[in-house]
């Protein structure tokens, strides 16, 4: 299809849009009648720890894709945002990675120079504000393809220089991100096994650079018979693998490095058996087991799914197949939720980029933590499709905001939380319970951060027990800007009636609780989510 073919699709789907929004059913907005709901929080005993970078991002591989978008990573805003992320791990991969080639100009030269520019990297790769306001207005077109692109099922190979690797590990570098850099799998043999050639030379660079980083080797090799009509099984791909930890382990920079795989997606039977086969010949390799998890396809997807506790519940079903499968074959093994958004096939047009997607993203945190994945990845911070964090203009959506909050106030020891009323709307809220990030020097040593979901229309007044309700609490409530379907679709977000936006394109607002007097129950609007410090606890576990 050619470019006005590009702008006619994208055109009757923004109409259709428009005029009638994203389909949704009337049920959505029934309004029960909620009582006061009891909530039950264990003090005594953490249920899980999880990795103080549980809250993960990734930069779509198809930035690169053109490589002068790359240098938006160079852009002092977007470095802002994502530096309110750290701590935490930046992956660089996707569909996109698997169709790509290191293909640097000056490599030599480079060598010789591997430590010129290190100290003052972060100062040196900035974007002037003309260039990045051109790229903005770039990246929109850009991105239309690289939508039509995933559309068609077609990809197209893409080089890349080491100016792309300098950029990528700069923006990593100076925004406090440890980066996982994604390896092309698909580059294969006569013999149908990793060519590990091109990635070599890459490794060999980003060693002269000195560049500290990990690596992933491949993108849901469950489907690459449909993308490049290659298949490679379980055993081979635990091969590659241990090829790949051969080589890391001869380099003095990458021996004791992080290699994470196989990135597969969410169990079904022939990626189950993919899955079982790589853990048999490969767990040893990997630090950590990755696969991938979307509740929805984009494409054929509503708004009430997005409130749906029954859909919100299938992440717990896919999570204990894969926990099982790994614990099955290495037992003790971490598992990572490697990439993760609301919808797959980019996200869903109209409601992966606006409030309502936040039910789904602080839910998956909430759920994921509790059933012990280690380390959760958004897609996207930046990228194609419609479920990223920032928006085209580098401008922050509702799950970033929501995703400051997290890092700020919820620490990694999960406690045990329940929901106590019998009512059939207590499935419309969800509760969770962690210690308080003990890096946040605004509390003392055993607060705890409940945060809850409201997916009913009507308030829920929550009461805690004594040892808790006696506590004085900070209220952080997100609300959409506006009632009713059209607040829930909107890409603001209201913290505590203020809509939340950068202060300038270095300075985020302060991000300011409420107090809650103690003895009085949590309230928590209707459709709108909540975390709750609770000053007082002097939780033991925490």
Known sequence: MGMNGVFVSFTAAWFLLVCHGPYVRPDVFEKFDLEAVHVDVDLDRAIQRVNERFLSVAIDASLVAEEKFMYLLASPKLKTLSSALSPGFLRFGGTKQDFMEFNPYSYHQHRRNSHRYLGDMCKRLELPPALEDSLRKEWTLQALLLQQEERKGKYRKVRFTEYAVDLLYSFANCTGLDLIFGLNALLRTSGNSWNSQNAQMLLHYCESRQYNMSWELGNEPNSYQKKAGVRVDGYQLGQDFVHLRRILSESKLYQSSGLYGPDVSQPRDHRRDLLEGFLENAAEAINACTWHHYYVNGRDTSLEDFLDPDVLDTLATKTYEVLETVA????????WLGETSSAYGG??????????????????????????????????????????????????????????????????????????????????????????????????????????????????????????????????VLQA??????????????????????????????????????????????????????????ASAC
């Open 347 to 476: 996200g869903a047009l109209g409601l992966s980029d606006t409030f309502a997607a936040g039910f789904m993203w602080l839910d998956k945190l909430g759920l994921g933590a509790k059933l012990g994945l280690d380390v959760v990845i958004r897609q996207v911070l930046i990228g194609s499709g419609t479920y990223h964090l920032v928006d085209d203009n580098l401008d922050p959506l509702p799950d970033y905001w929501l995703s400051v909050l997290y890092k700020r106030l919820v620490g990694p020891e999960v406690l045990r939380a329940s929901v106590l009323s019998a009512l059939k709307p207590r499935r419309r809220l969800r509760v969770y319970c962690h210690c308080t990030n003990k890096k946040s020097t605004s509390y003392k040593r055993g607060a705890v951060t409940l945060f809850a979901l409201n997916l009913g229309k009507s308030t829920a007044e929550i009461s805690l027990p004594a040892y808790l309700a006696n506590s004085t609490a900070e209220a952080f």
């Open 481 to 538: 800007p506006e009632p009713g379907e059209q607040g829930l679709l909107s890409r603001s977000v209201k913290l505590n009636g203020v809509v939340l936006k950068m202060v300038d394109e270095r300075t985020l607002p302060e991000l300011r609780g409420v107090h809650h007097h103690a003895g009085v129950p949590l309230s928590l609007p209707g459709f709108s989510f909540a975390f709750y410090v609770m000053t007082e606890a002097q």
């Open 328 to 335: 099955a074959a290495s037992p003790g093994k971490r598992v």
